[in-house]
């Protein structure tokens, strides 16, 4: 049964007010359709850095390699060494800068692959990792447009010949992050595929070693296979959404997260009441009104507040007034078979019924990732697998 039915039964433990949901097997599943879209000779790196996007970094990473992912990507080393204490032992990535003598011992111990923009890294990493005798493959990181991390293109050539000459360190690969990939004008993305083509043309020059190129996030992998090379690095993608409207519909994406909560208490209340902080709503009838366990705290942006509504069994609910750090109102007048106990749908599916992290980041002027990332640690996190109904009653399936 799809984790979204609304009969679907999911095992919530009897406290839980607000949990998020992930369907382990909607992140294999997606991992399968891009594999089949970046063809058997290009890599796919699963980007599972904010804790896989919310979804649970180690869940993610498992089920984007039951899927085919070769290796995953992360921001910290704090992120990477929980990846292999969950028992991951594929290549990782670090996307962040790393440049302690502690770090790169961190990524001999763990067998991390760091990621180089600078001389000055390269020359730290040298120092420690020929003390130890040790090889410690690393990857280059090229700015071709981003302006973030990265060393300038035009000293691209020059700095991986500098590190090639450095004792225990290999060049393993060269990448670069496109800036706006999920743009519909392809000029940005054109003109930094060029730069690190010129990149990768001197330096196929001046030596033959083998290096893994990698450029594409989720957009550029589905958008333009002249952008995949010897690698893709995906996360959007991966957790079931496509990171722009004009490519929606490209894959059969499946929504990998749900995030539900409990209705605590139902009240009905006259015209004219104000509700919540600062009474930024007041009701225009006599109104049963539903407060919902979940708020800001837990990862609903207060930009929300009467600008999002819930789902139950299908059917949509306005939410009205302030979003609070812990619990939202809604409006069920409509709704006389809500009552206290049931479980309602934030994001995700519902029945027939859906709301997409774009359709809350549209409302709050932000963007999926942010919403993804932004749910708590306070929200459990549980397996589709199992179940709830949505009268509240708590069933294992
Ligand atoms: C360097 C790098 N590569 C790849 C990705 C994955 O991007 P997306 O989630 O758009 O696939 C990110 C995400 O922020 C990133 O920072």
């Known amino acids: 049964m799809p984790a979204s039915s609304p009969d679907q039964q999911i095992m919530v433990p009897g406290h839980s007010r607000a949990w998020v949901e992930v369907d382990e097997g909607a992140i294999t599943h997606n991992t399968r359709l891009l594999r089949q879209r970046i063809g058997p000779n290009v890599k796919l790196m699963a980007v599972v850095k904010a804790n896989g996007y919310g979804h649970g970094d180690g869940a993610a990473a498992q089920a984007a390699r039951a899927g085919g992912a070769h290796a995953f990507a992360v921001a910290s080393l704090a992120e990477a060494i929980g990846l292999r204490h969950q028992g991951l032992q594929e290549p990782v990535l670090v996307l962040g800068h790393l440049s302690q003598v502690d770090e790169v011992h961190a990524c001999l111990r763990w067998r991390l692959l760091p990621t180089i923009s600078t001389l000055d890294q390269a020359r730290v990493f040298h120092a420690v990792v020929s003390d130890s005798g040790a090889c410690l493959p690393v990857h280059v990181n090229l700015d071709t447009g981003m302006a973030r991390l990265g060393a300038p293109w035009q000293e691209g050539v020059a700095l991986i010949q500098a590190i090639q000459r450095l004792d225990g360190l290999r060049v393993e690969g060269v990448y670069s992050h496109l800036a706006a990939a999920d743009a ?3 000029g940005l ?3 930094q595929q060029q730069r690190f083509d010129h ?7 001046g030596q033959p070693a083998r290096l893994c190129r990698h450029l594409a996030n989720s957009a550029a ?3 333009n296979s002249s952008l995949h090379y010897d690698m893709v690095r995906v996360g959007l993608a991966l957790y079931g959404h496509a990171p722009a409207e004009h490519l929606e519909g490209v894959l059969p994406l499946q929504p990998a997260m749900t995030v539900r909560a409990r209705v605590t208490i139902l009240k009905t209340v006259p015209a004219g009441t104000g509700i919540s902080y600062d009474h ?3 009701t225009t009838r006599s109104s049963r009104l539903a407060v919902v366990a979940i708020g800001y705290a837990d990862g609903v942006p207060r930009l929300l507040s009467s600008r999002m509504g819930v789902l139950h069994r299908g059917h949509w609910l306005p939410q009205v007034g302030a979003i609070t750090m812990d619990q939202l109102v809604i409006d069920a007048t409509d709704h006389p078979q809500l ?6 749908t934030l994001l995700g599916n519902d029945g027939t019924a859906a709301i ?14 942010d919403i993804l990332c932004g749910f708590s640690s306070r929200l459990p996190r549980l397996r589709a697998a199992h179940s709830v109904q949505h009268d509240g009653q ?3 399936s």
Not at 358 to 364: G, P, Y
Request: glycine share 2%.
């Open 184 to 186: 519909v004008d392809p």
């Open 189 to 191: 993305t054109q003109r």
């Open 199 to 205: 990149v990768l043309a001197a330096l196929a020059n």
């Open 221 to 223: 992998t589905m958008a």
């Open 280 to 282: 930024r709503y007041h």
């Open 339 to 344: 009552h206290t106990g049931a479980v309602v």
């Open 356 to 369: 997409s992290p774009r359709q809350w980041s549209q409302a709050c002027s932000t963007i999926p990732w």
């Open 394 to 396: 708590l069933t294992v």
